[in-house]
Nanobody
Framework: VQLQASGGGLVQAGDSLRLSCAAT????????MGWFRQAPGKEREFVAV????????RYTDSVKGRFTISRDDAKNTVYLQMNSLKPEDTAVYYC???????????????WGQGTQVTVSS
């Protein structure tokens, strides 16, 4: 599977953005899909994941209630709806495909190229 992320941009605090991650390949439906982010000078961190069935989702505490992850298997695409954005959400966001859900991120098969999200105060 190959991934292409898009949708980043420069917004003000309180605004919304929707990131998209389009996958090529016929195995998209077998992957848990999610997002990581990396801010300048910091390590890459987990943001959100959705299981291969779409029935389960998990978020890092700092985005709970503001971000929503979803997937459309007919379009081979995963989305991250980001509302009430804060300056601390500023980072490069990467989508990733992993066969695991509970241990998502340990065995990533593919990474997207990253999309920049900048939130001004």
């Amino acid at each position: 599977v190959q991934l292409q992320a898009s949708g980043g941009g420069l917004v003000q605090a309180g605004d919304s953005l929707r990131l998209s991650c389009a996958a090529t390949g016929r195995t998209f439906g077998s992957y848990s899909m999610g997002w990581f982010r990396q801010a300048p000078g910091k390590e890459r961190e987990f943001v959100a994941v959705i299981s291969w069935t779409g029935a389960s989702t998990r978020y890092t505490d700092s985005v709970k209630g503001r971000f929503t992850i979803s997937r459309d298997d007919a379009k081979n695409t995963v989305y991250l709806q980001m509302n009430s954005l804060k300056p601390e959400d500023t980072a490069v966001y990467y989508c990733a495909a992993d066969k695991l859900y509970t241990d998502y991120g340990r065995t990533v098969d593919a990474w997207g190229q990253g999309t920049q999200v900048t939130v001004s105060s």
